[in-house]
Structure formats: C-alpha cells, structure tokens
C-alpha cells in the first residue's frame, strides 16, 4: 500500500463534493475536491473504502473548516 499527497491551494477549491461510483455491482462513496477553472476532480482519502456515513462526517468538518458551513447547526 502507498500513500501520495497533493497539495490544493485553497482559492483552487471550487467545491466539496460526495460522490457515487460503481465498482461491479457495488456503489461506492467517495470524498472528492473540485478544482476551479476546469481543474478537474481530486479524490480524498483514495483507496479506503469509507461507509456513507463516516464519509458524511468528514464531508461536513471539511465544509466547516473551508467555508464557514454547519457551525450554528447542533
């Protein structure tokens, strides 16, 4: 198993997203930063396997910690 960073400056980050794919006949959930300017599409967390809800988890401290999202919501 390896690992790789790469590193997105913050005025790059279009947007946040959770999205499906499908593998055989499975869905799968994935974490994935949208790049501004035709940037593409940059998958977090690649190659874990992370159920729907831990994923929406992460996906709501990203959005909090980027764009000041969620924090009045408790």
């Not at 990203?62 to 924090?71: A, I, S």
């Amino acid at each position: 198993m390896s690992t790789s960073h790469t590193f997105i400056p913050l005025n790059n980050i279009s947007t946040v997203i959770i999205n499906e794919g499908l593998s055989r006949w499975n869905v799968r959930y994935y974490l994935a930063v949208v790049i501004r300017r035709g940037g593409g599409v940059v998958v977090a967390l690649d190659g874990m396997r992370q159920p729907h809800a831990v994923l929406l988890e992460i996906y709501h401290g990203v959005r909090e910690q980027l764009f000041d999202e969620y924090e009045d919501q408790e």
